[in-house]
């Protein structure tokens, strides 16, 4: 018997009529003899309620319990799923993270999926149940709840599938897939109907929502297919998948990333950048692009943060500033934009014009970081999306 | 370690600036050198509105998954209690109860407590200063949800207590117990004791202070309930074995949307009789006020709840479906009306004290415990026979 694994984000569940219309969809591929395990997310606007909820009550909330609040969300969902689905005559029973054996390290709001226990699971397929579960949540070897950070049910569902052996993982959203660039600020972005794991990957990380980048790299090193397609609208589709090198040169997608904080220490110790990492670690804040130079009379480390998945920005800034000083320089509000493809820095000649580009445009680069796969520049956020347009035109459009 | 158990129900948590108040509420409480193990109900109206949106996918109810939705709302009302404890500097937790390790059996949104050890909870009061559990909810041996019927918060609060062998207090937007319903008497007092076995009645004769099952295991186990009100620091009253003052009516308590059944001119035969109440009961389906009278045929009548009568029609016609010449009744517009006190059990006089007290008032039917007299009236002399009774036995 072949398991598919689906995912419904949070638009396709928004409310009990979606709800019912999924239910539907789940009962045509269960009656074409599938089984079938269903991971979703919150309905609509929940998590951001619940963490306005949060706000309103602390000024820095646990980590922990941020947690237990926001998982409620997808509990919500599965539940009423199944009960639609009953309302169909599908047999179905809904799993939390952890009844469904999502097992988690203890990084409370941007956990990673350590391993999946998935018996459970496969005992209730095995009775011919649908199997719904909450996406975005797992539990710890504490056995506290942990969630997988903005996006984390498509890792929820791409890990299943790879627990599971499923024949295929699918991704429903509101989009029919990946684009050349956020279709919602650029109208003419390309649909991109395959994209490799690698690229995928890199766009996740660099911001593209479409899918989870956790997600992608638990489907790479399962070699299962991502299909990511719109709930409500059939037709185009983006497989996710080993794409052999070679067949795609130059930029495939422009994507960018807002409220990033870039932050430096000046020092003249290695010790005191250890002990600023230290720091972070043990408040579990994610940094990237992280720099180290050595600058007259001592030493300079920068990297960014992201702080889409930290729920207390302002608590951690003043214990920052508290415990390092004045030798340490946080700067909000920006955003970065990369551009992605397979060997795009073979040469220079990408980075040179785009570099140029923005010389032209007078726009101030704050950073440059280049992997093999990604050119990105730190910039102010107001100027972001005008420089996801220029550079969609130069490199997807080719309007010169 | 002294350790507190509180619960808070749903209208003290019902927003972010109570459940902060609330907050402030347990850290004075700290200050007495206290552990607390703190149980929460789900914010407000959140129960009533997950029942909504489940009927709106689906109009089978699954209990299962209800259970999987409804305790959600606690598990909010908890983390966010928690988040609002560490705002003001106290360590403090949220557990589910998958965490804080309550066993029930797996009887969906009627589940029972089976075992409850709290070894988690007690290690971590060691590090934490307030742990804030999850009411109203219990899990499996086999991790499944489930839930303890509505008012089940209660419930939980009342077996931690046992678990920890601590002090049970019960925060609601009620100061305490009162002799009957403040909201139909507003003269009503508050009681400062009630026994265990008079808040039983009173529980189940429908005053919503305490979840009955709650008062059961209080009482299986003596641990003294205090019931007081969330934000205010007016003295409430204890739940406990004995009450020091010894009134013999303690209390009156109202039932509204009673169905009499009432079927006269059967056959006698014990049988028929034993017969008619175990199809009753076995479709779950709870009757009161019985009364058997045999003269010359055999006359019963018992009462149910408005919204079932329709159930209990079909089941009795089922079962007398071959009986000819008997008639039968249903009287709808009831109100049952009971007072109950434990020195009824040592005092005479009580029941003609009551009569008179009634004697304006049509009585359609009258039944009698060890500690309650009931009367069934029209709705319509509810309040004459409330306000009556209430002179006649001090309430």
Not at chain 1, 341 to 366: A, P, R
């Amino acid at each position: 018997m072949s398991i598919i694994v689906q995912k419904y984000g949070g638009s396709s569940v928004a409310d009990p009529e979606k709800i019912k219309k999924i239910a539907q969809l789940i009962s045509n591929v269960k009656k074409e003899g599938h089984d079938v395990a269903v991971v979703v997310s919150a309905m609509g606007k929940t998590t951001d309620s619940l963490i306005e909820l949060a706000k309103q009550v602390s000024s820095g909330p646990p980590k922990r319990e941020m947690d237990m609040l926001l998982s409620t969300g997808e509990r919500i969902t599965m539940s009423l799923l199944c009960m639609a689905l009953n309302n169909l005559g599908i047999d179905s029973v809904s799993l939390t993270g952890s009844q469904a054996g999502i097992i988690t390290n203890d990084r409370h709001n941007d956990a990673r999926v350590i391993e999946i226990r998935p018996f459970r699971v496969l005992d209730e397929l095995e009775k011919g149940k649908v199997v719904v579960v909450g996406g975005f949540q797992g539990v710890s070897y504490r056995r506290d709840i942990t969630t997988l950070g903005r996006g984390g049910s498509d890792t929820t569902a791409v890990a299943l599938a790879a627990g599971l052996n499923a024949e295929r993982c699918e991704i429903y959203s509101d989009v029919d897939g990946v684009y050349s660039a956020d279709p919602s600020i650029i109208k003419d972005a390309k649909h991109l109907p395959e994209i490799s794991y690698e690229q995928m990957q890199e766009m996740s990380e660099a911001g593209a929502k479409v899918l989870n980048a956790q997600a992608v790299q638990f489907a790479k090193e399962a070699q299962i297919a991502i299909y990511a397609r719109s709930t409500f609208q059939q037709g185009r589709e983006t497989i996710v998948r080993k794409f052999p090198s070679g067949l795609s040169k130059g930029v495939k997608a422009v994507v960018y990333e807002n409220d990033i904080s870039k932050i430096e220490y000046f020092n003249n110790d290695d010790e005191k950048s250890i002990s600023l990492l230290r720091f972070l670690e043990q408040r579990q804040i994610p940094i990237k692009e992280f720099n180290y130079s050595k600058v007259e009379n001592g030493n300079k480390i920068s990297f960014l943060v992201s702080e889409k998945n930290i729920y207390n920005v302002e608590k951690i800034e003043s214990e920052l500033t508290a415990e390092f000083g004045n030798c340490l320089k946080i700067e909000h509000g920006f955003g970065t934009v990369s551009l992605i493809g397979d060997g795009i820095n073979k040469d220079n000649t990408i980075l040179l014009e785009t570099l140029s580009i923005l010389q032209k445009e007078k726009v101030k680069i704050h950073g440059v970081a280049t992997t093999s796969f990604r050119i990105s520049f730190l910039l102010e956020k107001a100027l972001v999306k005008n420089t996801v347009l220029l550079y969609h035109n130069r490199w997807i459009e080719e309007k010169v | 370690m002294k350790i507190i158990v509180q619960k808070y129900g749903g209208s003290s948590v019902a927003d972010a600036e109570k459940i902060k108040a609330v907050a402030v509420k347990i850290s004075k409480k700290l200050k007495e050198k206290a552990k607390l193990v703190v149980v929460v109900s789900a914010m407000g109206k959140t129960t009533d509105n997950l029942i909504k949106l489940a009927k709106e996918v689906s109009n089978k109810s699954v209990p299962r998954e209800l259970d999987m939705l409804l305790t959600t709302g606690e598990q909010v009302s908890a983390s966010l209690l928690a988040m609002a404890l560490n705002d003001i500097g106290i360590k403090s937790k949220s557990l589910n109860a998958f965490q804080a390790e309550i066993m029930t059996t797996g009887d969906y949104m009627q589940a029972r407590i089976k075992n409850l050890k709290a070894k988690r909870i007690k290690d971590l009061l060691k590090e934490n200063d307030a742990l804030i559990v999850t009411g109203f909810q219990g899990i499996t041996e086999d991790g499944e949800i489930t839930t303890l019927g509505r008012g089940g918060s209660d419930t939980s609060a009342v077996a931690l207590a046992v678990a920890l062998n601590a002090k049970c207090e019960i925060y609601s937007d009620v100061a305490g117990i009162y002799t009957t319903d403040p909201r139909l008497h507003p003269a009503a007092k508050k009681l400062k004791y009630i026994t265990y076995d008079e808040m039983l009645e009173m529980s189940s004769l429908g005053a919503k202070v305490l979840h009955s099952r709650s008062v059961e295991i209080a009482k299986k186990f003596g641990i003294t309930i205090y019931c007081g009100s969330t934000f205010s620091d007016e003295e409430g009253s204890y739940v406990m074995k004995n009450n020091i003052e010894q009134p013999i009516v303690s209390g009156l308590s109202v039932m509204d949307h009673q169905t009499q059944v009432t079927l006269s001119n059967l056959p006698m035969d014990n049988n028929l009789v034993q017969q008619i109440f175990e199809k009753v009961a076995r479709e779950g389906l709870n009757v009161d006020m019985i009364s058997v009278i045999s003269n010359s045929g055999l006359n019963i009548s018992f009462t149910i709840v408005e919204e079932k009568k329709s159930h209990v029609a079909k089941a009795l016609t089922l079962i007398l479906k071959d009986m000819k010449g008997f008639n039968i009744h249903y009287n709808s517009g009831y109100s049952k009306i009971s007072i109950v006190g434990i020195g009824m059990k040592s005092s005479s006089g009580v029941a003609s004290k009551f009569f008179k007290a009634l004697e304006k008032v049509p009585l359609s039917l009258v039944t009698t415990s060890e500690i309650k007299i009931s009367c069934l009236v029209e709705e319509k002399f509810k309040e004459k026979a409330v306000k009556a009774l209430v002179t006649a036995f001090d309430l």
